[in-house]
């Protein structure tokens, strides 16, 4: 029986990527059942933001872009939310770093009326910098982590989170600050550092590459990700969705990982943390 494959992190540009149908077409080709879409930074779509309720428009195509998918017979869930850069590029613009907090939290605000609505399934990704920025933006997405983390905790939902790759540190660092918190989702997660991820009460979700699976097929909660940018310029970036399944097959007949920890890996976690049923 040909493997399920899911994607637990994803996206998509309905303006000017490969297209839905496309997409589909290749993904389910290679097994691919679920796709956790998340949307991509504000300027991918053209839209310049002033306000929280720029993101609005962000939010629409992805909600969009979602239920499309599921005309092609997959299953998703979308998570809404201002990524790190976004801070980033607001304080490069001359906007005060307080200014840009609020903004932010206010546009994670708008993305939990989405989760309420049952539009969305969880916030992120929200995070700080994982290339070299000045303190100032650093500290300030922590507290916007701080901030999302309380919203995805009276929800009770999942939250995706990006920061730097900086082995146990980080993890212990993202864990503290999301204490309490039964669905924080550590997005590109070390494979290395996917149990000690585990252990502190985060998702581990591994990059779709032999040594990080690999590295992570003991963790019980992990699940694997693309991180698909669906970028014509930048083809396959991160990692192409429908070569999961093929990576899986690989370690598999490797005797790397046996068929139920792929199993796992690709469908059950994915089922417990959304809530989705794969057909």
């Known amino acids: 029986m040909p493997l399920k494959v899911g994607d637990n992190h994803c996206h998509l540009n309905p303006l ?3 297209g839905v149908k496309a997409f589909a077409r290749r993904f389910k080709e290679s097994g691919g059942w679920f796709v956790g879409l998340v949307n ?37 869930a979308v998570i809404l939310g201002p ?9 490069e613009s001359g906007v005060k770093p307080a200014k840009a907090i609020e903004l932010l939290t206010e546009a994670y605000r708008l993305a939990a009326k989405y989760v309420e609505a049952g539009k969305a399934h969880g ?9 070299q920025a000045p303190q100032e933006v650093v500290e300030a997405c922590n507290r916007v982590i701080e901030r999302v983390a309380e919203i995805a905790g009276e929800l009770d939902c999942v ?15 993202v864990a503290n600050r999301l204490k309490g918190l039964s669905k924080a989702v550590l997005h590109h997660a070390e494979g290395a550092y996917a149990a000690r991820a585990e252990e502190l009460g985060l998702v581990p979700s591994v990059p779709a590459k032999k040594s990080e699976v690999a590295a992570a097929a003991t963790c019980r909660s992990a ?57």
């Open 16 to 18: 000017g990527g490969m």
């Open 223 to 279: 699940v694997i990700e693309s991180d698909f940018l669906d970028d014509p310029k930048r083809p396959g970036a991160v990692v192409a969705p429908w070569s999961i399944g093929r990576l899986f097959s690989e370690l598999i007949a490797k005797g790397l990982i046996s068929e139920s920890t792929a199993n796992m890996l690709l469908v059950e976690n994915l089922q417990k943390l959304y809530g989705a049923e794969a057909e």
């Open 159 to 173: 939250i995706h989170l990006h920061v730097e790759r900086a082995g146990l540190r980080t993890v212990e660092d």
């Open 123 to 131: 916030l992120g990704e929200v995070g700080r910098p994982h290339w």
């Open 40 to 76: 991509l930074l504000s300027w991918s779509y053209g839209v310049r933001v002033s306000s929280p309720d720029d993101y609005r428009r962000v939010y629409e195509l992805t909600v969009d872009t979602a239920r499309a998918l599921r005309g092609e017979g997959l299953v998703v």
């Open 83 to 91: 990524h790190p850069a976004e801070l980033a590029r607001l304080v």
